[in-house]
């Protein structure tokens, strides 16, 4: 069966390539998590591509028969700058797994590799989908109701209120068929909850969602808005969406590392830890960011996923399931669909 | 003494010009609090300004003699619009307060009213100190050592570079004469931790501060790196500002709600929540975000404080203390000071 032409994704196996070679702990933990994800998903397809005597070197068991070694000789390390590997590193996995999905062989990239670079060569590789002036890439957040889809988290820098706009639309996308959200809430991020206060972009993609009316805006959410879930996707320049983030991380760190300090500092606080053993273990699988997966790349032509470039085995795997649901729901297609003969604005 | 020509407000007695119709809990919060203070604090002034009517029914006890009041007729509710209601009501409480800064009746001022209408009013009638081209307003944020100075946060949209540049001097004057920080490290808040990574605001203001090399500057700091103080001033936009000190807000009371719940929700949990009980007051004092008292208003011809619109007499207190300490080290006076002579970046 010649893979290459199938294109309803919907129903077929999920071609999924995996950037073996990208991420602080890559190959071991990449290829580990990879392996074992496919023997428990056998009616999916995993592209794994890097240097072949690597993976063999790492690869513990047998090669599930669900996975096939693509081979790509260099690496773009964590620490290069993206604009100057892309262009020395063409046999690089990043560039060998997007080339993949360019030519159709997969349907769903998953990198841990430089998030900058796995950018960079979404948009040199497979280019922006018609319309869509500039990719965003979003990430699922927690709250205790469920996920909510934040973008942009770092694709752009300076992003216009028509930036914004299209920001809306593929994250109300996203949030509609990868988290099967009903009609998802869309927030601009701002500094006040009056509708369009905030800065000159989200006075302009006030207007222009307004006028429109087709998302279920429901204007600005704050900050202290996000944990209550009170939109399904928040909107924002990648300024305020990655220091966001990244604070949601540190921050959830430090509390839970106070709390941990209790626990251990005394013969109380160890008694303690054993009766709320449990309670520990429902807050700890509530803030799990080894579950987010992987943040999706929006507005270029393919399905990309960008995962923590720390991830190990565990993120790996849930890495692949969130890639297996995007890929399955076709998500570029939609977006291209609905920024088909839609006005710019701005 | 004609108080209005005491000239080193270092050494003799602060004089605070409260707000008293400001905020939800006004006037009865306000006031409690700062007749408190006041008994408290025999060798400093404050000068009560509202509707004297008022402030009598909800004060408690005698006025102490340390407390004038200041009637004011009007009050700038919080669902007002700013620059209409500072237009509309110039005796407001608000308005006369300031008055009182200007004409060096009172060395500082604490509202716990309508922010937006607190620094238009500060712009207003003090005016912006020669050379700031924006004020910004700061906040002072937890780690587990020691706080950190987080501006802007809300004084102004779409910041430019130089902007940045002169909250990164107006922040580190602050560190240093009211947190006493010896050489505050200066950091940008932005997107990555390469120095200059982030947008077009953040590449000016890094090029500038390296060149000009006066402050601590210590390039970048992400979103993950706050709580673990690894700046003493983080300097960035707005939005990125008020979102983060916001999301801070409420991320902390989610993830205390979840424990509460769990140490509530059973037997094993209410008998662990015995055990904790000093440990949970030790990390409850930390997170007191009531101590954090009020946000300096940097930039403008007077020391303006605005806390929390929720205030309740506990934090106008601590509001006070803030007052007391920034009214002392004149810090209109040494921005001015630091500002004399700088040229103009961008």
């Known amino acids: 069966m010649d893979l290459g032409t199938v294109r309803t994704v919907n129903d077929g196996p999920i071609r999924v390539a995996v950037d073996a070679m990208g991420g602080d702990h890559a190959p071991l933990e990449i290829v580990s998590g990879t392996l074992s994800w496919a023997r428990s998903h056998p009616a999916e397809r995993v592209l794994l591509v890097g240097a072949p005597e690597r993976i063999a070197e790492v690869a513990v068991g047998q090669i599930p028969p669900n996975v096939e070694i693509v081979p790509a000789s260099q690496v773009v390390e964590m620490d290069e700058s993206p604009a100057q590997a892309l262009k020395s590193k063409k046999d690089s996995s990043i560039m060998v797994a997007m080339d993949l999905v360019k030519q159709g062989r997969a349907d769903v990239l998953v990198t841990a590799g430089h998030s900058g670079a796995g950018m960079a060569a979404a948009v040199l590789k497979l280019g922006r989908l018609p319309g869509v002036d500039r990719p965003a890439l979003a990430v699922q957040m927690v709250t205790e109701t469920g996920p909510f889809v934040l973008l942009d988290i770092g694709a752009n820098m300076d992003s216009t209120g028509n930036n914004l706009y299209q920001f809306a639309h593929m994250g109300s996308l996203y949030a509609e068929r990868v988290l099967g959200v009903v009609n998802p809430r869309v927030g601009l991020l701002s500094i006040g909850e009056e ?3 905030g800065d000159q972009a989200v006075q302009q993609a006030t207007e ?56 251990r500092g005394s013969i109380r606080g160890k008694l303690a830890y054993l009766l709320m053993r449990p309670s520990i273990g429902r807050i700890r699988t509530l803030f799990d960011y080894e579950k987010m997966g992987a943040s999706p790349l929006l507005g270029v032509k393919g399905m990309v996923l960008i995962t923590h470039g720390s991830a190990k085995r565990r993120m790996i795997e849930f890495a692949l399931d969130a890639g297996v649901t995007a890929g399955r729901a076709r998500i570029p297609d939609l977006i291209a669909d609905a920024f088909r003969g839609k006005p710019r604005h701005g």
């Open 195 to 197: 509708r369009g206060k």
């Open 208 to 263: 222009t969602l307004d006028a429109e009316g087709t998302l279920n805006f429901i204007g600005n959410v704050e900050g202290r808005d996000l944990v209550k879930h009170m939109a399904d996707v928040a909107v924002c320049d990648a300024m305020v969406g990655n220091v966001t983030m990244k604070f949601f991380e540190g921050l959830a760190t430090f509390i839970f590392g106070l709390w941990e300090k209790e626990f």
